[in-house]
C-alpha cells in the first residue's frame, strides 16, 4: 500500500477511471494498529484496485474536505469522486471490512 504525502499527488490519484481505495489513518491510533493486522489479507483478496494510506494527520484538509472524522476510515474513489465511505465506527474488524467492500467493489 502506497502513501500519499501531497495533496497535489491526492488530487491526481482519485482520479482514476478505475476505483482507488484509500485508508486513512492517524497517529497513535489504536484502533489504526489494529487494522493493520488484518488489513494486508484484504488488500490481497482486492489485488485488482490501487490501494493507498493517508494520514489525516498529514493532510487534514483533505481529511476535512471528505468528512474523515474517525479513523481508521476507507474512502473509494473514482473519476475524481468519492463513491464510498467505511466509517471508523464500522472499520474495527475484518468481517466489517470486507462486508463494505463486497457492497461497493468487485473482487
Known amino acids: 500500500m502506497e502513501t500519499i504525502h501531497d495533496r497535489s499527488v491526492f488530487d491526481e490519484t482519485i482520479q482514476s477511471e478505475q476505483p482507488v481505495i484509500i485508508k ?3 497517529s497513535g491510533c489504536p484502533d489504526c494498529k489494529r487494522m493493520d493486522m488484518f488489513i494486508g489479507e484484504i488488500v490481497e483478496e482486492y489485488n485488482n484496485y490501487n490501494w493507498y494510506e493517508v494520514s489525516r494527520d498529514e493532510l487534514t484538509d483533505v481529511a476535512q474536505q471528505y468528512e474523515v472524522m474517525g479513523i481508521p476510515s476507507i474512502l473509494i ?3 475524481g469522486e468519492k463513491t464510498a465511505h467505511l466509517h471508523s465506527a464500522y472499520a474495527k474488524t475484518p ?3 470486507q462486508d463494505f467492500l463486497g457492497k461497493t467493489v468487485t473482487k
Open 24 to 26: 486513512f489513518t492517524g
Open 77 to 79: 474513489f473514482q473519476n
Open 95 to 97: 468481517e466489517e471490512v
